[in-house]
């Protein structure tokens, strides 16, 4: 007697499920942190003549890149905690953002621009 199997089994009911935005960022950090560790051993596997500074100076941008999506992560999180209407505000973004007129928008995405270019400068002054 053979059995017709039309379903492939899985362990658990949810892992055939699409993945979604949160575990593809997570597996972005994953992804990221493991290239930055390993950034060293594959820039030398790559080019056998790379020296320290060059593996070093190469490493920085993958760690800029993981602190950048750590810090935005980090801060939709607290945003989420701290003030519960911003996930439904962020839910609906594109219809809050059409309600307002043309000359409102204006000034808010310069305000976040310029917001953003301050808070980059401060950030420079505070390393250098």
Known sequence: ??????????????????LSAKHKMGLALLILLALFLFAGTIFQI???TAAVLDIGILSVLLLGLLGGIAAVCCSLWLQEILWKPFKLFRRNLFY????????????LYFSV?????YAAIWMLSIIL
């Open 1 to 18: 007697m053979k059995a017709l199997q039309t379903k492939t089994p899985w362990l658990i009911e949810d892992i055939a499920m699409e």
């Open 46 to 48: 790559i080019d056998p």
């Open 96 to 107: 809050h953002i059409d309600q307002l007129t043309s000359w409102q928008q204006c000034i």
């Open 113 to 117: 621009f310029f917001l953003l270019l």
